[in-house]
């Protein structure tokens, strides 16, 4: 009795070890580039004179920012921060131009990438021997950071010093590739980078293919990997805490929803629920009757013309085509705190995901601007380039403006996006299981 008593504990304490161990993996099954940076006794960095680009998600897989991981570093002198936009903490509003500083934590200059320069200056660069860079991305190409990414890449190449990218899960995913590319003449710091609106890579495979596209030969580029990190992994797969990257960005899902919404968010005609309590979740303005529209939104969504808004009325005699699985619509009231429509109530939806199915986030962005018609949702015109670089292209407002149809221009970005997903192949550092 007594040995099988024994031989039972053994296998209950073996058990609950190995329970343990797999729980302690699921807990954190991703290390982070700046977590594998301190492990390999920062090896890439050791008896150098560093710059380090940073905002408030730059920190380790335990909080900890990757300025003071770096200050407390054996054998590295940070000697220079950068920020991109909203600045190295994250008090900046978009698009606020900011101005260099000296960092009051650290004493440090603190260079701003979002003023008077968007690339790091010779003078900035001067008796560096490396410039860390250390952003999260969200996985959409007007998301400025991977814009600094390739300035501050170009920059390192054109001083002849190393450029070394602290590597981070993309949230959207590794598989994830949507929209078109930039044509030309719609260029912009938010169409910086010749990929999809959704590219699905992180910020060190995006680095190999900037290093390629615009600065060839360069040699100093050093990319530290995530370990634990596949290409099908969510943010919460991932196991990590979501940190703002910027003011309107205050959680993972957020990255999908700015997907979402957006580009037509671009226009100001419309509020997209920045300035309420859901960023990018919400569509809606005043005048406009919601449950009318989302009864729109989730019965019809072909090319068609599904609401008219001067008389809120459907156009119930055209064909019905439901939204992709995993997207609804909910009617919806809300009263911005501030931005677009600041103090006046707005009707509208709220856009549900589900980011396990297969909906295509970019094209909602048009399916939502189709659902009010041109007239009503590009105004005076004022803020028609807007939309369109962030677009990539004047194509699509041209067709909302004639009320003509979008799939021919929907299948066109697809094929683009799969010739991008053979294209980046040779930039891919993770595997897909």
Not at 34 to 55: S, Y
Not at 251 to 263: K, L, Q
Not at 270 to 299: M, R
Not at 360 to 376: P, S
Request: contains cysteine; proline residues 5%; hydrophobic residues 40%.
């Amino acid at each position: 009795m007594r040995q099988g008593s024994s031989r039972l504990t053994g296998l209950v304490a073996g058990w609950i070890a190995g329970w343990l161990i797999c729980m302690s993996a699921f807990a954190q099954p991703v290390k982070l580039g700046v977590d594998v940076l301190r492990e390999g006794g920062f090896e890439a960095l050791r008896g150098k004179r560093v710059g380090l680009v940073a905002h408030p998600a730059s920190r380790d897989s335990r909080f900890v920012s990757t300025v003071e991981v770096l200050r407390a570093a054996p054998g590295v002198e940070l000697v220079a921060l950068f920020g991109p936009e909203h600045g190295v903490y994250g008090d900046e509003y978009a698009g606020d131009k900011i101005a260099d500083r000296s960092d009051p934590r650290t004493g440090l200059p603190a260079y701003s990438l979002y003023g008077a320069n968007r690339k790091p200056t010779e003078a900035m660069l001067e008796g560096l021997d490396a410039l860390v860079f250390d952003l999260q991305d969200i996985g959409a190409r007007s998301y400025t950071y991977i814009s600094t990414m390739r300035a501050c890449l170009e920059a390192c190449a054109e001083a002849g010093i190393e450029f070394v990218v602290l590597d981070r899960p993309n949230p959207l995913g590794g598989e994830r590739i949507e929209g078109g590319f930039v044509e030309e003449g719609f260029e912009s710091f938010i169409s910086h980078i010749a990929v999809p609106y959704v590219h699905g890579m992180t910020m060190g495979e995006l680095a190999g293919l900037v290093r390629d596209k615009y600065a060839p030969g360069y040699e100093k580029l050093t990319v530290i990997k995530m370990a634990g990190w596949r290409r099908d992994m969510t943010w919460e797969d991932a196991g990590l805490k979501w940190v703002m990257t910027s003011p309107h960005i205050p959680n993972a899902n957020a990255c999908a929803y700015y997907v979402a919404t957006g580009i037509v968010g671009e226009l100001n005609t419309i509020s997209i629920g920045v300035g309420y309590t859901q960023p990018f979740e919400l569509f809606g303005a005043p005048g406009l009757d919601g449950e009318k529209l989302a009864e729109a939104l989730n019965s019809y969504w072909k090319d068609t013309g599904v609401y008219q808004v001067m008389d809120n009325a459907l156009l119930m005699d055209r064909p019905r085509s439901r939204p992709p699985t995993g997207l609804t619509f909910r009617p919806v009231w809300f009263k911005p705190f501030y931005s677009r429509f600041k103090g006046e109530v707005c009707q509208g939806v709220q856009v549900y995901l589900d980011l396990d199915k297969k909906v295509n986030l970019v094209e909602i962005n048009f399916r939502l601007a189709q659902a009010l018609g041109g007239e009503f949702t590009f105004g005076d015109g004022g803020r028609d380039r807007s939309f369109d670089i962030a677009t990539g292209t004047n194509k699509a407002r041209l067709l909302l403006m004639e009320g003509a149809p979008l799939d021919g221009l929907f299948a066109d970005w697809r094929r683009q996006s799969e010739a991008f997903r053979k294209d980046r192949e040779k930039y891919l550092l993770y595997p897909s299981r």
